[in-house]
């Protein structure tokens, strides 16, 4: 009975949440002549989704969920930040003078923020906040070149969670502003139907070429990657259907998983959504989502390619045969399919056309997918809205492990403000790697895999670019390329063992070895290691940079990719002796080096002597399979 009753509270408290952020992005409050601050709706978004965390979460692992004492510690944190939201002008003129009613305030919600934290990613981020914690409180005792300003731990703890640049601040502002709508908008889609068209327009389409179960997986993974926000789910729903297919083709249950983990977690990265990254990424930088996207085109295209290229090789050397009797018509599946489409075209016009903003035009996108609900869903009966309103309370609980992150975020870019911080580890970060760009990638992306371990991606991306966004930044990179190399590594975490989320999760579902589907991930995603290492020496794969540059950087790269592919595999159309593999693999590493990294008059040349090689390569290859 009380589970019962903890599941209708956690319901309702989780529909109203989403249904303010839904009032806040129509702009409902200026029609009405209501004044209300950003931090104040800011403020209501934390409060329920602490209550939801508490309800919802054990104190330990394997505890009890619910309980006197979690429903106690919820009801305390969402007061607490509740009578934060509706007293802030108060607050906030009264910030200055301090006194002990407004600090027990602050140590209500900074507990309750780090504790909501712990229950949802335990321990390694909480250490990362206590650490910069107790950086800003001694900051003035450290050496040079980290020294920083003096500062009490009643005005830090204060600071933190009542100051708009700490706990409210830009972090939990897109999360809550923009991220909650695209998450909304996946779960609506999913609701009408829009995951078996994905599917089903996946099996039509490549279903019945060579290594077809595979690049079903491919495709609907990456159409639906995109749009969910979370490879772990993405791999829960599509890898039930994908992974099984892929089996009874012949592939390797090892190998199935890699593939629908690989796949899954590049949709985090596939334009125009990128699982909501893009639209963090451009608030973060200041400069138009539509910048972003276009940014992203070509390494998403090089992601992909590389898996496709390596799935083909794949079946063609294990003479994988494709053997599915009822694959839907590509034209059925459209003609009955055809208004999810509409959403998209919504979507896209907004965004592109009427520079409407991102939040706004998802909302619009929205509501066109209830009308497509209410009226033609796919594969299923008419939805009425009672039908509709779980979408409402699954969007806020998928959040609920993303919320604490980009508040532990927004505690850490507070540490780094009032501490002095930010500038300091810019300085050490540049010392430390003496200049040296190698030094401070390889640093970075270490710093990436460990902190992204177990968390989700744009949780990850928003820790990383507090954390090294302005180091990098500081050392000469492109703002851009830093924050693409971040949001790549960060999310390589998902199949990066030891914790490859995504891996492991196909794992289950395969029933493969967990650690031999992590290490199979990253060799079929090993571009996604590489590509963000070029970002760093030249943008060009960004879009940015001279045409001539960008054209020859776009060919000559995907040629090193299909390249290193084979090398990988060992196959092209014959088998591929260990000699012809290394060569192949260097010509394609070569190949990669972007031509700002090269000198001008040497680099022509460079390409067309390794152009030739790779072609000569082939055309032996060919003649022995003849001749054979």
Known sequence: MENKKLEKVSFISAFITMLIAILWTAQIAPVLKISIYKEQYLAVFLAFSLLLIFIKKPMRKNGRVGGWLNIAMGIVAFSAVLYLSFNYQQIQLDFAYGGIKLLILSIVIFISVLEALRRTTGYVILGVVAFFFIFALFAHKIPMPLTGRENSINKLITYLALDPNSILGMPLSVIARTVVVFIFYGHVLMLIGGGEFFIDLSMSGVGNKRGGAAKIAIVSSALMGSISGSAVSNVASTGIMTIPLMQKA?????????????????????????????FIMATFLQIPYKTVVIASIVPAALYYFAIFIQVDLMATRDNLKTDFMDLPLLRDVIKNGWPIFIPFIVLFACLFYFNITPELSALYSVVCLFIIGLIKPYKRDRINFRQMLPAFSSTIYSM?????????????????????????????????????????????????????????????????????GPAIVEVGVFPLAAHMFLLYFGMMSMITPPIALASFTASTISGSEKLETGIESMKLGWVAYIVPVLFFFSPTLLLEGQTLEIIVDILTTGLGVFSISVSFIGYLTTPITKLYRMILGVAGVLLLIPLKALDMNYVFPLVFVLINIFIFLVIKLRKQFVHN
């Open 400 to 468: 609920l492990g993303l919320v604490p992150i980009v508040a532990a975020a927004g505690v850490i870019i507070g540490l780094l403000n009032i501490s002095g911080g930010g500038f300091t580890i810019s300085i050490a970060l540049s010392q430390l790697a003496n200049g040296n760009l190698w030094i401070t990638l390889v640093i970075s992306a270490f710093l990436c895999i460990i902190l992204g371990m177990g968390m989700p991606t744009s949780g990850v991306y928003v820790l990383l670019s507090a954390l090294l």
């Open 250 to 278: 012949g592939f390797k249950s090892k190998t199935a998983a890699a593939i629908e983990a690989v796949a899954s977690t590049g949709g985090q990265i596939t334009p125009p959504i990128m699982g909501a990254a893009a």
